[in-house]
């Protein structure tokens, strides 16, 4: 039920963006939204360990109750019942059969990881891929999409924004391994690992912010230099998470360390200074009477790629070698951090060749 009032909310913010701030404003609401992921990554983990330390874990749930309440005393105000009724009038059927089909094709994927047979696992992976295909054909045939027709298109500026998004978001699920590569190649304590994880978080807000509201040429530039800075973030933590890198280069472990946040932060960063400007480019080409579509299929676009990218981040740990036991475990995970981030690296280089077509769609 939360996961549902979550789902909401989420794909509301962008949708509220078009109907309540003039165009020119969007990239600038656009970080607010995005930004705000990366600060409750980093308070929520300290917030959340205080009622852990003291002993009163359940108050941490119930602590959020007065803050839904301030929430939901901020909407009615702000769209009060004048405007909803306003539009009462419309209503849109919600195409269930191809979100379920949609919530399989990424449960296929995520059960090829826990496959002990090669062929099993392959099976899985192109099940969920013909799954998604298949909804993504009906979708284009349907009257009531998911999606617009040109998010399907790569001749068009949606489709290349949305295929963007996509691959940016896949490559950022790597984190989810990233503690624990760090407690265990590298010995930090769990917070410490978690803190560290989250400068992703935080480079993505910080670029998200400093980001928006530039010039056309500027946001350009920043669309083109994300996946960039994000390939390089990631190709760093291939080499050094794993310790490919000769100690005597890096002259000490601390350095390592904090090579290791730097890297994180970087990649974070590579997906915030574009990430307002992706979204906005793919609102603006909405058609007429898209628009309220486009916006909440941005946030259709960017759950299923971060479902299908943890689903396939643990499927390539896990073959790579992640969890074996015997006093294995630690070489387990030195392999599966080298092969991980080098596959997920070949996600914003992809998006490196689209962002070229992208900017070359808005001269």
């Known amino acids: 039920v939360q996961g549902i009032g979550g789902g909401l909310l989420a794909s509301l913010g962008y949708a509220l963006i078009p109907l309540v701030f003039e165009q020119r404003l969007w990239s600038r609401a656009i970080a607010l939204v995005s930004g705000m992921w990366g600060i409750s990554t980093l308070l929520g983990p300290a917030v959340g360990g205080l009622f852990a330390a003291g002993g009163h874990w359940r108050l941490a749930f119930f602590a959020l109750l007065p803050l839904l309440l301030l929430q ?3 909407v009615v105000g702000q769209l009060g019942p004048r405007r909803v009724r306003a539009q009462s009038d419309v209503h849109q059927t919600m195409p269930l059969g191809r979100i379920l089909l949609l919530a399989l094709s990424v449960l296929l994927v995520a059960l090829a990881a826990q496959t002990e047979q090669t062929w099993a696992a392959a099976a899985c ?4 891929a013909v799954l998604g295909l298949w909804v993504a054909r ?3 045939r349907s009257r009531i999409s998911l999606l617009p027709r040109d998010g399907y298109r790569l001749s068009r500026a949606m489709g290349c924004a949305f295929a963007c998004i996509s691959l940016l978001v896949l490559a950022s699920c790597v984190e989810i391994f990233v503690p624990y590569f760090l407690q265990t190649l590298h010995g930090f304590a769990p917070l410490g690992a978690g803190y560290a994880t989250a400068a992703m978080a935080g480079g993505w807000s910080v670029g998200s912010l400093a980001g928006s509201g530039r010039s056309a040429s500027a946001a350009a530039r920043m669309i083109r230099l994300g996946p960039w ?5 990631l190709v760093a933590l291939a080499l050094l998470l794993p310790s490919l890198l000769p100690m005597r280069l890096l002259a000490s472990a601390a350095l390592v360390d904090v090579l290791m ?15 307002p400007h992706l979204v906005a480019r793919a609102m603006q080409a909405a058609r007429p009477g898209e628009e309220n579509l486009t916006s909440a299929a941005i946030t259709t676009v960017q759950l299923y ?6 689903a396939l981040a643990g499927l390539i740990a896990n073959q790579a070698g992640l969890g074996l036991s015997g006093g294995q475990e630690e070489e387990g995970a030195r392999q599966a951090a080298w092969v991980l981030f080098a596959a997920f690296a070949l996600a914003p280089a992809m998006a490196t060749v ?3 077509r992208l900017v070359a769609h808005g001269e």
């Open 305 to 310: 790629a971060m479902a299908i990218g943890a």
């Open 261 to 275: 946040v730097l890297a994180l932060a970087v990649t974070g960063l590579g997906i915030g200074i574009g990430w």
């Open 229 to 233: 800075l994000m390939l390089l973030g």
């Open 138 to 140: 009906i979708d284009l």
């Open 72 to 74: 939901a005393a901020l």
């Open 354 to 356: 689209l962002t070229r």
């Open 125 to 128: 992976v192109l099940g969920g």
